[in-house]
């Protein structure tokens, strides 16, 4: 297998692990603590966001000393640690520090995101980026199903042994692919001195040539904010709009857009492969999920599964097209730097939409986040349209043809 696909493989188990509780919080406090509270599970989610955001900068510091795969060793092992040790919690405090620490040591693999794009020609980036889009989309569903699963028929200790699991077998990939010499160094070698090159050839020196990367962080965190409100307490809708008062088919609703994802990563796979361009509707996909969003406020369970199937396709075009943004404005030595700095503003949309989820349902009740999700995509297109200037993909990819002197399906072996 090469190193591309081990890393995809081991990104699923991570996603996965993540995945398995995210859906059912609202369950999962109730049935541990007995704790029912919307503002505590809001509060919660947020923290997991906090918990990301201001650790994984400092991975991203780690990472230009320490190559990646080797810090994930270490990091993984902490997190599964901290994860088994919190099965153990007895009241919910405990239980609040040792998970936020497992998130901490957890989200250093993000770091396999521009890892994996350093070592990526800029030709290959939107269908790079696509393919871990629906991996992450893969990992919601198989995560929210048999997290839903697990939950109902093991109860909340098994869904953390669960959650260990994952963790530990990234560890385990990492030791595999460091002992076989298929890691690709990024700190020495041919791709350090590409960098440093780069960085010679295009120095940031002001804060004005950040501007680019913070304007896409704004969009970001809009959309991200927007795309996230209606998360936190959509199995606990879903269960009372259905009137089906079971964790499995909440995890399979939850996860429709996933599949949809699946669907439009074949359709763009199938263009690209007869030669044809994906033309840009970033605005139009917006809108679509605006539709999608407005769908699920109707209290009827067609009704919303057809608003999932919307919202996941716009979803997964808007990813693809912001990630993509990304890659296009950095330069491959700033990746990991960068994408610290966009993951930092989705992270913050992500965690304002927690708070707000939270406060929005225990005071206006279930419908309004979906209303004001929709809002938030108009007003993404409008920022979109009006502050964004992006490399057109020619330009990129003409620009980047020095850049990517190794490719993952021909890994370099460690010396």
Known sequence: MTLRNTIILMTVFAVISDAILIPFYPQFFASRYGLDSPVHVG?????????????????ARVAKRVEPLYLLVYTQFAAGTFSLLSDWAPNVVTYWVLSMLMFMCKSSYLLM???????????QHAATVGTLSVVVHFGAIFGAVVGGLVLQTWGP???????AAG???QMG????????????????????????????????TGWRDHLPILRLALVMLVFDFSAYLIRPFFSVYWQQVSGLDSEF???????????????ALRLHARIRARGGQLPDHTVGNLLLGMVGLLLHAAPNPMLIVLGRVLYGWALFQIIVKLEVNLFRLSTPQRYAHDYSITNFF?????????????????????????????????????????ILNVPSAGHADDAGRADAPANLEAPAHAN
């Open 43 to 59: 509060a919660y989610v947020a923290a997991i966001s906090i918990a990301v955001m201001c650790t994984l900068p400092l991975w």
């Open 113 to 123: 995101y521009p890892y994996m794009m350093r070592l990526t020609p800029k030709a």
């Open 157 to 163: 200790r098994a869904s953390i042994v669960a959650m």
């Open 167 to 169: 963790d530990f077998f």
């Open 173 to 204: 990939v990492c030791m595999h692919l460091i002992r076989s010499g298929k890691i690709v160094r990024v700190n020495s070698g041919e791709h350090a001195e590409a960098a440093a090159a780069e960085a010679a050839r295009v120095p940031r």
């Open 249 to 263: 088919v909440s995890g399979m609703a939850f996860a429709i857009p996933g599949v949809v994802a699946i669907v």
């Open 346 to 386: 989705q992270n913050m949309g992500v965690l304002l939409s927690s708070f707000a989820a939270g406060a929005i349902v225990n005071r206006y009740g279930l419908h309004l986040p979906f209303l004001l999700a929709a809002g938030g995509f108009v007003l993404t297109a409008l920022l979109d349209r009006l």
